[in-house]
């Protein structure tokens, strides 16, 4: 069997509850009440004020995650508003591109293309 590390907080227990219940709960205890990584300001200032409810001392930032840490990424609402934006504009793309527009796949075709582009812009010109 794997030897366990010290209780630390869960010493104040003394010999009650159990061994493995003590240990469980002086794992959780101790991730819940060190200093969290910030992913507003990524400084690690996020304490927790209720289960779920963490906040950044630094910059003041009030958010939500699990009852005893944080999750890996929170997601922000910021970029929750960019990332649908960049969707909508995926799919605009989508829209506008018809079938029988697509470039020459082979490299004479693209030459050809480039060429008849080049002349264009010459006469153009003058
Ligand atoms: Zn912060």
């Not at 991730?31 to 963490?54: M, N, T």
């Not at 470039?103 to 075709?109: C, L, T, V």
Request: net charge positive.
């Amino acid at each position: 069997m794997k030897l366990e590390k010290s209780l630390a907080s869960g010493k104040r227990f003394g010999a009650r509850y159990g061994r493995r219940v003590r240990h469980k709960f002086s794992k959780v205890e101790s991730e819940q009440k060190r200093a969290h990584k910030c992913p507003y300001c990524s400084d690690f200032k996020v304490r927790r004020l209720a289960v779920g409810i963490w906040s950044c001392s630094k910059c003041g930032a009030k958010f939500t995650g699990r009852a005893y840490t944080i999750p890996k990424k929170v997601i922000i609402k910021e970029e929750v508003a960019k990332e649908e934006v960049i969707a909508k504009e995926k799919k605009e793309e989508k829209k506008e591109k018809k079938p029988g527009e697509e470039k020459p796949k082979k490299y004479k075709e693209r030459k050809k293309a480039k060429e008849s582009e080049e002349k264009a812009e010459k006469e153009a010109e003058g």
